[in-house]
Nanobody
């Protein structure tokens, strides 16, 4: 599975961005797609998870109500719609993928569980 994120950028606080994560290669419906972010000087943080087979979604509390995951089946692409952005959202955002449903076990929050990663896309929010 190959992942190539895009859609990051520079926005003012309160703005929106929509990073995307096209999943190419041997992807199928039976994949878990988490998103993580890594800010300078901070540990990598799990922020969201999407289960392609059933459409289940979960989010870390700090982004609930502001970030939304969606899937374009025709493009095999997962989107992370980010609204009401704050300066503390500034980070490099990564999507990952692995076969299986890790939603109910909580493994979707564990970066070591995933073997395929994108290169990351920078999101910068100015105050």
């Amino acid at each position: 599975v190959q992942l190539v994120e895009s859609g990051g950028g520079l926005v003012q606080a309160g703005g929106s961005l929509r990073p995307s994560c096209p999943v190419s290669g041997s992807a199928s419906d039976d994949y878990s797609i988490p998103w993580f972010r890594h800010a300078t000087g901070v540990e990598r943080e799990w922020i969201a998870c999407f289960i392609i087979s059933e459409g289940s979604r979960s989010y870390v509390d700090s982004v609930k109500g502001r970030f939304t995951l969606s899937l374009d089946n025709s493009m095999n692409t997962v989107y992370l719609q980010m609204n009401s952005l704050k300066p503390e959202d500034t980070a490099v955002y990564y999507c990952a993928a692995d076969r299986g449903n890790f939603y109910y076990t909580g493994e979707c929050r564990i970066p070591q569980r995933f073997g395929s990663w994108g290169q990351g896309t920078q999101v910068t929010v100015s105050s």
